[in-house]
Nanobody, 126 residues
Framework: VQLQASGGGVVQPGGSLKLSCAAS????????VGWFRRPPGKGREFVAG????????AVADGLKGRFTISSDNAKNTVYLQMNSLKPEDTAVYYC????????????????????WGQGTLVTVSS
C-alpha cells in the first residue's frame, strides 16, 4: 500500500483546508485510514480515522466539530476537512493505513498502522 497526502498549505486563522490521502494497493479497500499530525517540537497526535465498510469514524475529542473525515471509495481517497483552523493546528499531517486498525476504539493508536504517507505541512498563521 502506498499513501500520498496532499492539500497542505498556509491558511489564516479561521480558515479551512481539505487534505487528501490517495492510496494504492491491492488490499487498501479493506483497511482503515487514520490521520495524525506532528506539531513543531511536539509528538505525534491522532486526528481522525475512518474504517471501510461501515466500521465507522473517529475524531480526536479536541477536534470534534471542526475536523471531519470522509472517504471516496471509488477514488481510493480519504479526506480530512479542517474548518475554523487555529494556529495550534499547525503541523505536518500524515495519513496512515493498515488492516489492524479495525475498530474506532483503536484507530487512535499509531502502532496499529502499517503504512504511512510522507506528510503534508499545514501552517495556520496571520
Amino acid at each position: 500500500v502506498q499513501l500520498q497526502a496532499s492539500g497542505g498549505g498556509v491558511v489564516q486563522p479561521g480558515g479551512s483546508l481539505k487534505l487528501s490521502c490517495a492510496a494504492s494497493g491491492r488490499f487498501f479497500s479493506t483497511y482503515s485510514v487514520g490521520w495524525f499530525r506532528r506539531p513543531p517540537g511536539k509528538g505525534r497526535e491522532f486526528v481522525a480515522g475512518i474504517g471501510w465498510h461501515g466500521v465507522g469514524t473517529a475524531v480526536a475529542d479536541g477536534l470534534k466539530g471542526r475536523f471531519t473525515i470522509s472517504s471516496d471509495n471509488a477514488k481510493n481517497t480519504v479526506y480530512l476537512q479542517m474548518n475554523s483552523l487555529k494556529p495550534e493546528d499547525t503541523a505536518v499531517y500524515y495519513c496512515a493505513s493498515g488492516p489492524r486498525a479495525s475498530s474506532t476504539s483503536i484507530m487512535n493508536r499509531a502502532e496499529v498502522y502499517d503504512f504511512w504517507g510522507q506528510g503534508t505541512l499545514v501552517t495556520v498563521s496571520s
